[in-house]
């Protein structure tokens, strides 16, 4: 089993910053994809960032160049590092792995999620 906990979010004014944390505990070997979703109010989940295990990553047009996904494999933590933050920015933030597991019947991808992280942003 994969467990996330997310943490790092909070009320920032426009223009400011945050960083995200997301460690994962349990069989993180099985971690093919990691990376991060968010809701907004009375919006769906969206991608914000991902990052694969070889270190590729992917980011939402709406986030290039202001957020930053990073993963520490030693403390099994990824980051996400959110600059010029805007109020549109304001969701909740849940953190997303994607897992490759090895089963007496083959091989079994599944997802998990985390608890989510509230960021709001001031206008």
């Known amino acids: 089993q994969v467990q996330l906990v997310e943490s790092g979010g909070g009320l920032v004014q426009a223009g400011g910053f945050l960083r995200l944390s997301c460690a994962a505990s349990?069989?993180?070997?099985?971690?093919?994809?990691i990376g991060w979703y968010r809701q907004g109010p009375g919006k769906q989940r969206e991608l914000v960032a991902t990052i694969s295990s070889g270190g590729s990553t992917n980011y939402a047009d709406s986030v290039k160049g202001r957020f930053t996904i990073s993963r520490d494999n030693a403390k099994n933590t990824v980051y996400l590092q959110m600059n010029s933050l805007k109020p549109e920015d304001t969701a909740v933030y849940y953190c997303?792995?994607?897992?490759?597991?090895?089963?007496?019947?083959?091989?079994?991808?599944?997802?998990?999620w985390g608890q989510g992280t509230l960021v709001t942003v001031s206008s």
């Open positions: 349990g069989s993180t070997f099985s971690i093919n994809r």
């Open positions: 997303n792995a994607d897992l490759r597991e090895v089963v007496p019947s083959g091989v079994r991808y599944r997802e998990v």
